[in-house]
């Protein structure tokens, strides 16, 4: 849904919510019809034809210089009914209209673009005014569409020719008129007169003739009139930035000159993004041919200025295809991807930033030595790794009957990263934070915080060498002990209760390993609440009886063409999120089992990017199956109610 908000916080304009009144609107305004008998007011205008009436004005009108938004939905019924048939649901449009609603379909033309726009109001009042916002639904007929709002009683008011002003809502204002487009009269709906008034001339005779190639959705932000308008305030944002500051200052130079830095320098970077993006737009076709769903998310920039504009137009000349890496993630992966990343050491001066205000606060309150540096080590070689990585994740097989160990294996399943380069870095890293966890003055420093943690609550991170056959000597292992309260509050923000269950086997803590091995090529990490399965997972990869993603059918898109990312993933990805919606982790996992393909259908993704700005494009491309896949998942979500249930339930 797209918002517009007033810097007031008093209104805000929502083109999801003026969507959904757009049926209203055609069947009165909300209004309840009168008793079949009663009289028509007087104010009505008569249905009888006035002769020799003034022709209506049909003349092109161009788009509002303060546009800032539009939205086309080209044939709704179509692109409907086309999802529906394809997720086996048996419903048409017709269907799922309420039943004082179904003479709508004389009355409106469905498979005419359903429309909307917003602009910013020259003549609003405040120093922010409420931009203008309406939705505009195509009309079989301008005559057929006033015989059905007089037949229910409702106002009727003409404004000029061929345009008049229905119904008498307080929530909603609206007018129809005749149109050029595919319809020959639309219906056009704002939250106030004032936006319909000014811009039913652009929703009846400018947004309707623009064409859509090749697109069945189409929507498009533009930032170029709000950047005109408001360039005092964008400018003014270091002021606002001081005052804010001043609240969050600790009375410590260093302190606070390295948080004066970072503020800035975020405030700086947002100005700066906000100048350099354009445009953008989100597009989605359906293929009916091919079976599949194209979705388009597209930023267009105009320079670069800003830092996340200049290092992303650096990933050009590093774009490539899908490498042997990716090609060579395990075949029952969920999901998987990979990534060109930033140029190297692009991030370096981020972590350094960082790392200097965070060893500015600890050193302001008092954190011992040993403990500032392991931390502040730790946060700097985050930011010293290399971000060109392959990516794979999957569902553990082997279930522990417990019931807890049983939810941590669900939950967090299993995943390998491939970083090129050597594994220094992110030992660094490791190192840095099992440092953290593990030092003496830990308990001290969080307790001169008013953190006072029984120890039984602390994470445990413990490190030793492993062996992972077909990788170079020097991998490592990191066990995390997650005490059982702590995981259960995490799980609790999904609305799952985790009640301590009494077993012959208590569990207090739930594990989690990290492992770090090097190839001679590039450094692997997985993580998973199995060490032994992960072990297994990182030596499959050397291994060529073991079946790779080069052998998965449905990646065809990510073969040859050089992008700056790409991967895909699966409904079955999602299964982990079904416990939050009310499963029980094994009801779960069958219901992924019983769906038509199993869940295991490949949703590619990719990013490309384009010299031309530049501009930056991600696509999805989703399959018929997959949406086959959700729609048999559809019906059992609504049977389940919303209901959680425990995750200890057997």
């Known amino acids: 849904m797209f918002k517009l908000r007033s810097l007031k916080g008093t209104r805000v304009v929502s083109i999801g919510a003026l969507l959904g009144a757009l049926p209203l609107a055609v069947s ?23 002769a020799k009436e003034e022709a209506p004005d049909l003349t092109p009108v161009a788009a509002p210089a303060d546009l800032v938004a539009l939205a086309r939905f080209k044939t709704p019924r179509t692109a409907v009914e086309t999802i529906s048939a394809w997720a086996g649901l048996p419903y048409k449009l017709h269907d799922v209209l309420p039943a004082e609603l179904k003479d709508l379909e004389s009355v409106v033309a469905w498979d005419a673009p359903l429309e909307a726009a917003v602009a910013l109001d020259p003549l609003g009042e405040g120093k922010v005014p409420q931009p203008l916002a309406v939705v505009s639904l195509g009309l079989t007929s301008l005559d057929g569409a006033l015989s059905f709002v007089r037949g229910r009683g409702q106002r009727v008011r003409q404004l000029r020719a061929g345009v008049y002003r229905i119904g008498d809502s307080e929530a909603w204002s609206c007018a129809i008129g005749v149109a050029l487009g595919s319809a020959p009269a639309r219906l056009v709906c704002g939250e106030r007169a004032n936006d319909v008034d000014g811009l039913f001339n652009y929703a009846t005779r400018g947004l309707p003739s623009l064409p859509l190639p090749s697109l069945d959705f189409q929507m498009e932000l533009r930032l170029a009139p709000v950047k005109t308008k408001y360039a005092a305030e964008i400018g003014s944002a270091r002021l606002l930035g001081g005052f804010l500051l001043r609240e969050v200052q600790l009375d410590n130079p260093r302190f606070d000159r390295a948080l004066s830095d970072v503020a800035y320098g975020l405030i700086d970077e947002t100005t700066a993004f906000v100048q350099d993006l354009d445009k953008v737009r989100i597009e989605g076709n359906l293929d009916s ?13 105009t320079s670069q200025k800003s830092w996340l504009v200049q290092a992303s137009a650096e990933t050009l000349s590093m774009a490539e295809p899908a490498p042997e890496a990716f090609w060579q993630l395990p075949a029952d992966s969920t999901g998987a991807g990979y990534t060109v990343g930033w140029k190297p050491g692009r991030l370096k001066p981020l972590g350094h930033t960082l790392s200097d205000l965070l060893d500015a606060f600890l050193a302001t309150e008092k954190v011992p030595t ?3 540096d392991q931390s502040t080590k730790a946060l700097d070689g985050l930011f010293a790794m290399n971000t060109k990585h392959v990516l794979a994740r999957g569902e553990l097989t082997d279930i522990p009957s417990e019931p807890l160990l049983a939810a941590d294996y669900r939950a967090l399943g299993w995943e390998i990263a491939g970083i090129e380069g050597d594994p220094k870095a992110l030992l660094a890293l490791m190192d840095g934070i099992h440092g953290v966890l593990n030092n003496r003055d830990l308990p001290r420093a969080l307790k001169a915080q008013g953190l006072t943690l029984d120890p039984k609550l602390m994470l445990k991170l413990s490190g030793h060498a492993v062996n992972v056959k077909g990788f170079k000597p020097g991998a490592k292992v990191y066990h995390l002990d997650v005490p059982l309260e702590v995981f259960a ?6 609305g799952v209760e985790l009640p301590l269950v009494k077993t012959k086997t208590p569990v207090k803590t739930l594990p989690l390993s990290f492992i770090v091995a090097y190839d001679g090529e590039r450094t692997w990490a997985g993580e998973s609440p199995d060490e032994k399965a992960l072990i297994k997972r990182l030596e499959g990869l050397k291994d060529p009886k073991q079946a790779a993603l080069r052998t ?14 790409g991967g895909f993933l699966t409904v079955a990805s999602f299964s982990g999120q079904l416990g939050a919606a009310g499963a029980h982790g094994a009801d779960a996992d069958q219901m992924i089992s019983a769906l038509p393909h199993h869940g295991q259908t490949p949703i590619v993704y990719t990013a490309d990017l384009s010299a031309s700005g530049p501009e930056l494009s991600s696509s999805f491309l989703v399959p018929r199956a997959s949406i086959e896949d959700i729609g048999a998942l559809v019906p059992v979500l609504v049977l389940m109610g919303g209901k959680h249930h425990s995750l200890a339930t057997p």
């Open 28 to 50: 009165g305004c909300g209004g309840a019809p009168p008793p079949a008998a009663a009289a028509p007011p007087a104010h009505v205008v008569s249905a009888a034809p006035v």
């Open 289 to 301: 041919g091919k079976s599949v769903a194209n979705l388009r998310f597209d930023m267009k920039f």
């Open 552 to 565: 998965r059918e449905g990646l065809e898109a990510l073969k040859g063409t050089p992008r700056v990312a």
């Open 370 to 372: 040993a403990l500032r």
């Open 489 to 494: 509050k995490l799980v609790k923000q999904y």
